[in-house]
């Protein structure tokens, strides 16, 4: 399985087709737009997860910025035809899908705010339509999680091989997954995330889990000249702090913010904390 590492080895291929139904692809990801502000926040989720993550920065910014949502093929709403295991096998898919997206939709000046693997795909989205960005925000992101010589990812060979085989032989793989998002601490207030991940089919986590846990992406960070906000907490089990001070290390333009707070969705069990930062950074980088 090919995984792209730098910007060279990348290139947009003709878009396979995607079934024959006549709504749009905006449609069948299942899009929610509020607002009509100048500058647009576009959120996209993470691994087993849907647009309800977002909810409360709808709630925040809706009345100054156009908001958009979505869910990732094979999660939430997204129309069950639009998954393909071959497409998602690697994260470049979901690139090529929010570049369609934004695309589609006609979006300018988009601060793109990722969630865990949704930053790298944002990313990648970025270095093909730069001129329609503003800036990157991700949330719980990492550009490796696999541990290597000098870099902690988080995650050793053992660790993702017993992952791998829980799910495909369908044994407590939920489990392992709703701990790496949710943490003990907040396991009993986000209730619908884990209800959520029952919902996952197991080839969709089997696919997206090897594309997103055996990629890397260190040497795309820096070609990225946008400016990027880094958030994360300081207790997440799928991306240790030290993965978001390399990022914020190694990204030309980065700024690294640690929220309060346990856990690998602090868009959720922190969100007036992580609001306040994005609200601040939203401001820093504005452009005429």
Not at 1 to 16: A, G, I, L, Q
Not at 73 to 83: H, M, N
Not at 121 to 135: K, N, Y
Request: proline share 4%.
């Amino acid at each position: 399985m090919k995984r792209h590492t730098s910007v060279s080895d990348f290139s947009v291929r003709p878009e396979p087709a995607l079934g024959a139904s006549a709504a749009t692809f905006a449609e069948r990801s299942a899009v929610r737009v509020y607002g009509d502000g100048e500058r647009t926040l576009l959120f996209a989720h993470g691994f087993c997860c849907t647009q309800r993550v977002f909810e409360a920065q709808v709630r925040a910014f809706r009345d100054s910025h156009r908001v958009v949502t979505y869910d990732l093929a094979g999660f939430g709403e997204a129309d069950a035809s639009l998954w393909s295991a071959r497409r998602y096998a690697t994260l470049e898919g979901y690139a090529l899908d929010l570049v369609r997206l934004i695309e589609e939709l006609g979006l300018r000046r988009v601060t793109f705010v990722g969630a865990s693997m949704s930053a790298m795909t944002g990313l990648i989205a970025s270095t093909i339509c730069p001129e329609r960005f503003d800036a990157l925000v991700f949330v719980a992101g990492s550009p490796r999680y696999l541990d290597d010589d000098g870099y902690v990812g988080g995650f050793d060979r053992a660790f993702l091989d017993a992952f791998y085989a829980m799910v495909n032989g369908r044994a407590r793989w939920r489990d392992a997954v709703r701990d790496m998002l949710l943490g003990e601490a907040a396991a009993v207030t986000l209730e619908d995330v884990a209800q959520g991940v029952d919902c996952v089919l197991p080839d969709v986590v089997r696919v997206v889990g090897q594309a997103i846990f055996e990629a890397d992406f260190r040497a795309w960070l820096p070609h990225c000249t946008l400016p990027v906000l880094v958030t994360q907490t300081r207790a997440d089990a799928a991306v240790p702090e030290a993965v978001g001070r390399y990022l914020a290390s190694t990204l030309v333009n980065a700024r690294l913010e640690l929220l309060p707070g346990v856990g690998h969705l602090p868009m959720r069990t922190e969100p007036e904390a992580f609001n306040a930062a994005l609200r601040a950074f939203m401001a820093r980088s504005s452009r005429s």
